[in-house]
């Protein structure tokens, strides 16, 4: 039995005859491994020792397992002790148990699979992190989801399963952000960052750490954000080491190493140093670059997570192999391989064969490094590129090149002994060049399909790309439409009002209450039609008419009106934008018949008639006109038009598909003296 699993049956014992094991829990541990590394520094050890006298006075069992949970993160995440993380996870197994807690039992999960991923056991982690996602749906614990979700888009990021931890990260963050979670949503974008390095996409990557660290930078500098803003720092010295703006990286590598040391994370730590040997590897400065490689690599070692390791022990091997020193490259590669064999790992499997292959052809033994560069080949994509074909046909040649010389001799050889085996060995030769032609002809044909579909490829992804963008134009049309709609009808009403206002005002009392009746209808149906783009003709010369029956109550009777509609419009199925056409009949109300003499009706008529796909709308007034509208007003319905025509005018342009054309015409009509008889506006209203 393992000795965790069997100190976690006596800590179940213990718990079992009312014993207290809580305390021996955390103090039953192996402190001679403990301090064979370097000390924990006094702000980790501040917040253990927070954790632990909180835990002593806490009676509440529930209450226990948060703060198991607390201290099972530190110990694994900033302290890198995994053996006290593992019993911090099993208290919280423990306590969840005795009081049948399903939350309790879910929580345990949780840890128990960020430990399995801290360790290296990624399947583990898996199963475990799945079981803590189904119970968080089932709670309904968008908080619990986000975090398992999180968690477990690394795991998949470690195995190589990059889409698939893309797609997660993107479902934690969107939780995270309806939550306001802002520790949440800096993880998750630092993950993606992590994955955007992963493809070589330096510039998105650098993007997302810098939205990580702003959110970093937001919360309260506890150990929690020191520690996620020092692995944000790690990460954007990758990124710039990449980019080859190495004096950037070394300045971040030297921030996170001293908030390493100083909070003891010596994981972090680690990570740090092994990137300062890169960015040394890449200033050619080798044996510079095997120094940290090797601090890092002590550390990795010495702690008990496993994850990095594999990493680690590459940029070992690979920096040996730079020196030539190909027995030690050898050493550490072959180790590389045995860990990712045994994790699972596919980004460590991809990087030791492609090192390999790199070390055994720098030792001219082609027949290997082709082996190991055809499983490198074959783990990094299923189908090859240009590039891998091109390497494999370099180390082909040379393998083949090598075998034809050793033909060749023998030939020689055997030619001097007996002739006919010399005959038999050129037959031998033929049939090689055969087939190498055959391969040849097979290559080229792989080439060109290859080509083709890469070809196809770019075109579906230029395609797609339309596609999107042309939906995302006509979803900011709809919310600019909507945007204007909802500025257009609180100016109505408020018109309206200002005429009831108007009626109180005049001691007119009755007429204003049925003003108030026809208007509590009127906004009925501006209400209705509120939240939708288009509405019916036949509906909005409903409303229309309210408008008017509202207006010829005010004017007493002095207003009269009327539709003409062609026959041929099918008023039910013909759609355009609601209270189009309500600002031009309130203007012609407002700047020309209300000006006219008491003793004179005032007429306004609506004609619609329906031309190609368009609907041309006309409102004739015989008001006084815009000049005389000028003289009394001082106001012109051309030099400054009103909130409700501008509006309009914007809304019609939105649906004006070509954004050309004239689409409001105003006229001013007069009769043989040249003398102002009203106004008429002509309105093109695009359909569909």
Known sequence: MEPRRFLFSLILVLWLLNLPFCCWVVKAVPVKKAQSLQQVSPLAQAEVDSLKALLSITNKEAAKIDMYGQLCFTYASTIGNLDLAYQYADSIQIVASHLK??????????????????????????????????????????????????????????????????????????????????????????????????????????????????????LKPDLNAKMGKLRVLVNL??????????????????????????????????????????????????????VYHRRALTIREQASQKDKLGANLILVGETYLFLKDYSQATHYLQR?????????????????????????????????????????????????????????????????????????????????????EAQRQALQQKALVGGIVLVSVIGLLLIFLLRQ??????????????????????????????????????????????SINRLILDGDADCASRYLVKLSKLIRLILENSEKTSV???????????????????????????????????????????????????????????????????????????????????????????????????KSIIGRKSMGLQITEERLRLLNKDKSGELIHITDLKNSLNQAVGTRVDIDVPLG
């Open 101 to 218: 807690s399903k939350a309790g039992v879910a929580a345990a999960h949780y840890y128990y699979g960020m430990l399995a991923r801290f360790n290296g056991k990624f399947t583990e982690a898996i199963q475990h992190l799945n079981q803590y996602l189904n119970f968080c749906q089932t709670s309904q614990d968008s908080v619990g989801q986000a975090n398992g979700l999180f968690q477990l888009a690394v795991v998949h990021h470690e195995l190589g399963n990059y889409d698939k931890s893309l797609e997660i990260s993107y479902r934690a963050k969107k939780l995270y952000e309806k939550r306001g979670n802002f520790f949440g949503v800096a993880r998750v974008c630092m993950n993606i960052g992590n994955l955007f390095t992963s493809v070589k996409k330096w510039e998105d990557a650098i993007l997302m750490y810098n939205q990580s660290l702003t959110n970093f930078n937001r």
């Open 536 to 634: 019916s003709l036949e509906n909005e010369l409903t409303m229309l008419d309210a408008y008017l029956q509202l207006e010829s109550l005010r004017f007493k009777g002095r207003i009269g009106y009327e539709f003409r509609v062609e026959d041929a419009i099918d008023q039910e199925n013909t759609f355009l934008p609601p209270m189009v056409l309500q600002p031009f009949v309130e203007n012609a109300i407002w700047h020309g018949l209300m000006h006219k003499e008491k003793n004179e009706p005032g007429f306004i008529r609506i004609s619609i008639e329906e031309k190609a796909d368009r609907l041309t709308c006309v409102i004739e007034d015989n008001g006084v006109g815009r000049e005389m509208a000028t003289i009394l007003e001082k």
């Open 336 to 420: 590389a391989l045995q860990l990712g064999n045994e994790f699972g790992a596919k980004p460590i499997l991809r990087d030791a064969y492609l090192k390999l292959s790199g070390l055994y052809s720098g030792q001219q033994n082609f027949e290997k490094a082709l082996a190991y560069h055809q499983l490198y080949a074959a783990l990094k994509d299923s189908v090859l590129n240009e590039e891998t074909t091109k390497q494999l046909s370099e180390l082909q040649t040379k393998y083949e090149t090598e075998e034809k010389d050793k033909q060749i001799a023998i030939l020689a050889k055997e030619k001097l002994v007996q002739q006919k």
């Open 453 to 498: 579909r890469l070809k196809n490829q770019k075109i579906l992804m230029a395609k797609n790309q339309e596609i999107k963008e042309s939906n995302l134009k006509r979803q900011m049309s709809e919310l600019e439409m909507k945007a204007l709609r909802a500025q257009m009808n609180p100016h109505f009403i408020f018109n309206c009002m200002n």
């Open 237 to 290: 010295g990758n990124a710039y080491t990449e980019t080859k703006q190495y004096n950037r990286a070394r300045n971040f590598y030297k921030q996170s190493l001293r908030i390493s040391y100083a909070i003891g994370s010596k994981r972090t730590a680690a990570t740090t140093l092994s990137n300062i040997g890169e960015v040394f590897s890449a200033l050619k400065q080798y044996d510079s670059a095997l």
